[in-house]
């Protein structure tokens, strides 16, 4: 019974309350203790990956199935393994 207008209203909430989340994340005392200061360099990987599948489902239709999207997309799996690499650097190196 959801309009399209209303859930695009409430896709734009989520994916900024998302971001913001994950950046509080990045940046807490907690993470910046047991992490290091540079899990906020991970963040354009999460901000792109978002858009790329926001794009797919807007423009390709492709977001019924988010597992076949992401199983799908090189772009998008290319994102996810960058994310990846990025955390495991940062974390350990």
């Given amino acids: 019974e959801y309009s399209p207008y209303l859930l695009d209203q409430m896709i734009g909430v989520v994916t900024s309350a998302t971001l913001v989340a994950y950046i509080i994340f990045t940046m807490a005392q907690e993470t910046v ?15 792109y990956g978002i ?3 926001l794009y797919l489902v807007h423009t390709k239709k ?32």
């Fill in 33 to 47: 203790v047991k992490f290091g200061p540079n899990m906020v360099l991970t963040v354009p990987f999460v901000l």
């Fill in 62 to 93: 492709s977001g019924g199935m988010p597992e076949e999207t992401l199983l799908s997309d090189l772009p998008l799996q290319l994102d996810i393994l960058a994310y990846g690499i990025a955390s495991v650097l940062i974390i350990y190196f």
């Fill in 51 to 53: 858009f790329r599948y």
